[in-house]
C-alpha cells in the first residue's frame, strides 16, 4: 500500500485549465512516497516538518500551571489536571502537554525517514549525513517527552501496515531500555551532527543540541522517581534500584554527559551589563547569545508567539492566563541570600525589596513600572504601573475605595484578571506595545544553566559536594545572589540546590518533572494555591500597603503518589491488549 505524505508548502501557485483530465491529477501539496524520495529538496521538507511536533512552551495553558508556578485563570482542563480527579478516561489540560498521539505520529514519520533514506537520490553526502542526526536527535526527543510522563512506553522501531495486524500490538518497555535507547539515538546524532549550522540551517538541531538532550535523560534516569527501590521482577517503576553500585553508575553517568557539553567551551552563562536582573531578562530575548543550546524560533511578522497576550495583565487587554502562585513568589530569597518570611515584619511591611534579582525578571507585582497603557486606559494610569490591589483614593472631602487597573473588578477590563495579585514578567519584552499580540522570544529548549545545575547535582548525589557547591555558585552569582560558603553541605547544600534549579530555571518546563523526580510533589503540589490580598490605606495622602496572604478561594489542589506517572489512557489500553496500566490507576 503506498502512502500518501502530506507536506506544507509556503506557496503554492496553480493554475488549472478546465479540461477532461483534471481529477487524475494530484493535489499539489501531496506527494506520494516515492516521490519524496526522488527530490532532495521534499526531503529536507519532509525532516523540516518534524521540527513543529517538538512542542515548544509559549502555548496558552503553561505547564507551570501544573505547577506551585501558576495557576491557569481559565479552566480548559487544568482543574482536573491538579486535583485526584485526573484519570485514564480525563487527563485533564495534560492532554495538551504529554501529547501521546501526536509524539508517536511524530516517532512514526522518523521510522519512515530512517526506512526511505537510503533510497533517496541527489542527496549529497553531507545532506544525508546532516538530515540523519537531525532525526536520530528528533526522534530521541520524542521519547523522551513520552517516558517523561509516562515512565516506560512501547520502544516503535518499524513501521508497520495496517495488515500487520497482532504485530503491531507491542508491549511496554521498562524505562530503562527506554533511557538505553535514548541515549544510543543521542549518540547516533552527536556522531552525525555538525557543532553548528550556517546561517540558512539556524534552529536545526546540532551536536550540542543531542549532548543537552542526553545529560537531561541521564539526570532524570539516576532521580529518585525511578530508583525506588525493588528488584527487576518489580514491575511498578520499571527502572528500579537492584543496589547502591548500580545507583552511584547513574549519576556517574548523568555527570559525565553534563561534563562532557561544559568540556566543549561553546557556551557559557550570559552577562551581558553589570545588572543581574538585566542579564536574566535578556536570556530570553538577545538573539542567538552564550547560553543557547538548542530554542525555537519565532518571527512575528509570520509565526510569532503570542505570550505577552496570553499572559499580560487585564489592564492592558492581555489575557493574564498563568499567573505565578504566592506559594512560588514567597520562596524567593531576599538578595543577601536569607530567607523571605512573612512572619518577619520588617520583611512584610515590604515584601518586593531586596528580593533574588531574578524575581524582578520574573514576577510583575503591585507597584512595579511597566510598559505605557493602551491609548484607553492611559488617562487612569500615565505611567504604566502594574495595579493588583484596592487602593483608598480622595473623593472631595470622602475617601472612597478602588480596584486597581490590573485587578478582575478593574476599570478597564472586570475579567481575565489574576486571581493571586501577581502576573508573569519573564519572556516579555517592556519595549514592546501593551496590547501586544506576536512576539519573537525564542523558547528555550536547553540552555547552559540547566546542563550547568544537571552537573551539580550530580556532582551532589555523588558526594563531591566541593564541585556541586562551586557550580551552583557560578549559577547564583549571575543571578546577583552570594556565593554559597563552604559551610553548607549536606541537607542545606541539597537545599540551596534545588532553590537554584527552581527559580533560576522557572516557567521553563522543569519544575513539574523535577518535583516529581524528587519525590516532593506530593507536598509541593497538594494543598492550597495562595494568593496575595493588597490594601492601600492614605495616611494622610500617601498609601501605606498591608499584605494578606489567601489560603483560601483560589484553587485547591492535591497530588498524590499515583500522580507521579500519568495514567495510560483507557483508550489505548482498550485497543492494545498488551499495554498494562500504571501502578494507582
Request: aromatic content about 14%; some cysteine.
Given at each position: 500500500m503506498k502512502t500518501i505524505i502530506n507536506i506544507l508548502l509556503l506557496t503554492v501557485?496553480?493554475?488549472?485549465?478546465?479540461?477532461?483530465?483534471?481529477?487524475?491529477?494530484?493535489?499539489?501539496?501531496?506527494y506520494m512516497e516515492e516521490d519524496v524520495w526522488r527530490d532532495p529538496n521534499?526531503?529536507?521538507?519532509?525532516?523540516?516538518?518534524?521540527?513543529?511536533?517538538?512542542?515548544?512552551?509559549?502555548?496558552?495553558?503553561?505547564?507551570?500551571s501544573m505547577t506551585d508556578e501558576a495557576r491557569f485563570i481559565h479552566n480548559y482542563g487544568t482543574t482536573t489536571s491538579v486535583t485526584e480527579a485526573m484519570s485514564p478516561e480525563d487527563l485533564g489540560a495534560l492532554n495538551l502537554f504529554g501529547e501521546w498521539d501526536k509524539h508517536y505520529k511524530a516517532i512514526r514519520n522518523c521510522n519512515i525517514?530512517?526506512?526511505?533514506?537510503?533510497?533517496?537520490?541527489?542527496?549529497?553526502?553531507?545532506?544525508?549525513?546532516r538530515l540523519t542526526g537531525e532525526v536520530h536527535f528528533l526522534r530521541a526527543y520524542f521519547y523522551h517527552m513520552l517516558v517523561k510522563y509516562?515512565?516506560?512506553?512501547?520502544?516503535?522501531?518499524?513501521?508497520?501496515?495496517?495488515?500487520?495486524?497482532?504485530?503491531?500490538?507491542?508491549?511496554?518497555?521498562?524505562?530503562?531500555?527506554?533511557?538505553?535507547?535514548?541515549?544510543?539515538?543521542?549518540?547516533?546524532?552527536?556522531?552525525?551532527?555538525?557543532?553548528?549550522?550556517?546561517?540558512?540551517?539556524?534552529?536545526?538541531a546540532t551536536r550540542f543540541a543531542a549532548m543537552a538532550l542526553k545529560s537531561r535523560m541521564l539526570l532524570y534516569a539516576a532521580s529518585d522517581l525511578f530508583n525506588r527501590g525493588g528488584n527487576t521482577n518489580n514491575p511498578?517503576?520499571?527502572?528500579?534500584?537492584?543496589?547502591?553500585?548500580?545507583?552511584?553508575?547513574?549519576?556517574?553517568?548523568?555527570?559525565?554527559?553534563?561534563?562532557?557539553?561544559?568540556?566543549?567551551?561553546?557556551?557559557?552563562?550570559?552577562?551581558?551589563?553589570?545588572?543581574?536582573?538585566?542579564?536574566?531578562?535578556?536570556?530570553?530575548?538577545?538573539?542567538?547569545?552564550?547560553?543557547?543550546?538548542?530554542?525555537?524560533?519565532?518571527?512575528?511578522?509570520?509565526?510569532?508567539?503570542?505570550?505577552?497576550?496570553?499572559?499580560?495583565?487585564?489592564?492592558?487587554?492581555n489575557w493574564g492566563g498563568n499567573v505565578p502562585l504566592e506559594n512560588f513568589?514567597?520562596?524567593?530569597?531576599?538578595?543577601?541570600?536569607?530567607?523571605?518570611?512573612?512572619?518577619?515584619?520588617?520583611?512584610a511591611a515590604k515584601p518586593y525589596e531586596k528580593r533574588d534579582p531574578r524575581f524582578y525578571a520574573t514576577i510583575l507585582y503591585n507597584g512595579v513600572k511597566w510598559k505605557k497603557r493602551p491609548s484607553d486606559a492611559v488617562g487612569l494610569d500615565p505611567v504604566g504601573v502594574i495595579q493588583t490591589g484596592r487602593y483608598e483614593k480622595r473623593n472631595g472631602a470622602n475617601i472612597e475605595v478602588v480596584n486597581g487597573l490590573d485587578t478582575r473588578q478593574g476599570p478597564i477590563e472586570n475579567w481575565n484578571g489574576s486571581y493571586t495579585g501577581y502576573y508573569?514578567?519573564?519572556?516579555?519584552?517592556?519595549?514592546?506595545?501593551?496590547?501586544?499580540?506576536?512576539?519573537?522570544?525564542?523558547?528555550?529548549?536547553?540552555?547552559y544553566a540547566e546542563i550547568l545545575l544537571n552537573y551539580a547535582e550530580a556532582s551532589m548525589e555523588l558526594g563531591e559536594e566541593g564541585e556541586a557547591r562551586t557550580i551552583i555558585n557560578e549559577v547564583r552569582t549571575r543571578g546577583g545572589m552570594p556565593a554559597l560558603g563552604t559551610s553548607v553541605t549536606g541537607a542545606e547544600l541539597e537545599r540551596m540546590y534545588r532553590y537554584e534549579?527552581?527559580?533560576?530555571?522557572?516557567?521553563?518546563?522543569?519544575?513539574?518533572?523535577?518535583?516529581?523526580?524528587?519525590?516532593?510533589?506530593?507536598?509541593?503540589?497538594?494543598?492550597?494555591?495562595?494568593?496575595?490580598?493588597?490594601?492601600?490605606?492614605?495616611?494622610?495622602?500617601?498609601?501605606?500597603?498591608?499584605?494578606?496572604?489567601?489560603?483560601?478561594?483560589?484553587?485547591?489542589?492535591?497530588?498524590?503518589?499515583?500522580?507521579?506517572?500519568?495514567?495510560?489512557?483507557?483508550?489505548?489500553?482498550?485497543?492494545?491488549?498488551?499495554?498494562?496500566?500504571?501502578?494507582?490507576?
Open positions: 501557485v496553480c493554475t488549472m485549465a478546465c479540461n477532461k483530465d483534471l481529477l487524475e491529477k494530484k493535489p499539489l501539496t501531496e521534499l526531503v529536507q521538507a519532509y525532516v523540516n516538518d518534524l521540527y513543529p511536533k517538538m512542542r515548544h512552551g509559549f502555548n496558552e495553558v503553561m505547564l507551570a525517514f530512517f526506512e526511505m533514506v537510503g533510497s533517496a537520490k541527489d542527496l549529497s553526502a553531507e545532506q544525508r549525513k509516562w515512565g516506560g512506553v512501547p520502544l516503535v522501531k518499524q513501521i508497520f501496515k495496517l495488515t500487520d495486524g497482532e504485530a503491531m500490538l507491542i508491549p511496554r518497555n521498562s524505562f530503562e531500555e527506554c533511557v538505553q535507547y535514548i541515549v544510543d539515538e543521542c549518540d547516533s546524532a552527536m556522531a552525525l551532527l555538525p557543532e553548528a549550522h550556517d546561517r540558512d540551517n539556524t534552529g536545526r511498578e517503576w520499571g527502572y528500579v534500584q537492584v543496589d547502591q553500585a548500580a545507583r552511584t553508575a547513574r549519576w556517574q553517568k548523568a555527570k559525565a554527559a553534563a561534563l562532557e557539553l561544559m568540556n566543549t567551551g561553546a557556551f557559557a552563562l550570559y552577562k551581558p551589563t553589570a545588572s543581574a536582573v538585566d542579564n536574566y531578562t535578556r536570556v530570553f530575548l538577545d538573539k542567538n547569545n552564550s547560553e543557547i543550546i538548542f530554542c525555537k524560533y519565532f518571527n512575528k511578522q509570520q509565526l510569532g508567539t503570542s505570550h505577552d497576550l496570553y499572559n499580560g495583565p487585564n489592564g492592558y487587554h513568589v514567597e520562596g524567593y530569597q531576599m538578595e543577601d541570600g536569607t530567607d523571605f518570611s512573612w512572619a518577619n515584619p520588617a520583611m508573569l514578567r519573564k519572556f516579555m519584552d517592556i519595549n514592546l506595545d501593551a496590547q501586544f499580540f506576536r512576539g519573537d522570544q525564542s523558547w528555550p529548549f536547553f540552555r534549579r527552581r527559580y533560576e530555571l522557572a516557567f521553563e518546563e522543569h519544575r513539574y518533572f523535577d518535583a516529581r523526580r524528587w519525590l516532593i510533589a506530593e507536598t509541593v503540589f497538594s494543598g492550597p494555591a495562595k494568593a496575595i490580598e493588597i490594601y492601600g490605606k492614605l495616611n494622610p495622602d500617601t498609601l501605606l500597603y498591608t499584605y494578606k496572604v489567601l489560603t483560601n478561594g483560589v484553587q485547591e489542589r492535591k497530588f498524590t503518589r499515583k500522580h507521579y506517572l500519568l495514567p495510560i489512557m483507557a483508550e489505548e489500553i482498550r485497543r492494545n491488549s498488551k499495554m498494562t496500566p500504571n501502578p494507582g490507576y
